[in-house]
């Protein structure tokens, strides 16, 4: 089975803009997750969604980050505008959101903001 | 919400010996705790998972222990490899909602 695809691998911007990152989950994964992971450091939830609606974001930080899943499939994370402290990884996640289901990430996107 | 707790944050072991890694959790209704294994650069794999009506489940090397009395969980790896060197994180997971949360991670390195 083709796994969890995100684009881009790697993203250097400068403070105050914006970027957007790309997730495509497994096929049939109703559940879709984004965490951030800041080096040395466990994934952090930023939000979950089951098909297109959300289950949580209450760690989101809303004021700066945005996130859809249009027809519950691809998912789109977007940070404007960027903040040094979101230099992280992004990683995509799904699940077939049954009891006792594993995520599966994606590779991730390395983030830098200078 | 959920809060899980990782220990060691570091790890070294020789080869050929047993690394153990512990977790605690808060939230009595977490049911599913997978650990993940992280190479440097790599996504997290699944390495192995247990129920919260199971104690103990091997794969091999490879064993998690469960106990929901005390709250907390483990990992152990016996006869340890230099391909064991990695990241490792425990998460628990409340089934309703499906939401996994997750410890801070054990680098483990296994020295030849």
């Known amino acids: 089975e083709a796994g969890v695809a995100q684009s881009p691998r790697y993203k250097i911007i400068e403070k105050r803009q914006s970027v957007a990152f790309w997730c495509n989950p497994i096929s049939g994964h109703a559940t879709l997750y984004w965490y951030q992971q800041i080096l040395g450091q466990g994934p952090k939830l930023l939000i979950q969604?089951?098909?297109?609606?959300?289950?949580?974001d209450s760690q989101l930080p809303k004021d700066r980050f945005s996130a859809e899943r249009l027809k519950g499939v691809d998912s789109t994370l977007k940070i404007q505008p960027a903040k040094l402290e979101d230099s992280a990884v992004y990683l995509c996640?799904?699940?077939?959101?049954?009891?006792?289901?594993?995520?599966?990430f994606g590779n991730g996107t390395r983030l830098t903001v200078t | 919400g959920e809060n899980v707790e990782q220990h060691p944050s570091t790890l070294s072991v020789q080869e050929g010996d047993s690394a153990v890694i512990k977790c605690t959790y808060s939230?009595?209704?977490?049911?599913?705790f997978p650990w993940y294994k992280q190479e440097l650069g790599k996504r997290p794999q699944l390495i192995i998972d247990?129920?919260?009506?199971?104690g103990e489940k091997k794969d091999q090397r490879i064993a998690v222990t469960l106990n929901k009395t005390a709250k907390h969980f483990s990992l152990h790896i016996t006869e340890t490899q230099p391909e064991d060197s990695a990241v490792y994180f425990c998460a628990a997971s409340v089934g309703t909602g499906n939401q996994f949360y997750f410890g801070t991670g054990t680098s483990l390195t296994v020295i030849p």
């Open positions: 939230d009595s209704a977490s049911n599913y």
């Open positions: 247990i129920r919260s009506n199971v």
């Open positions: 969604f089951q098909n297109n609606g959300v289950v949580d």
């Open positions: 996640a799904s699940s077939a959101g049954a009891f006792f289901s594993p995520l599966h």
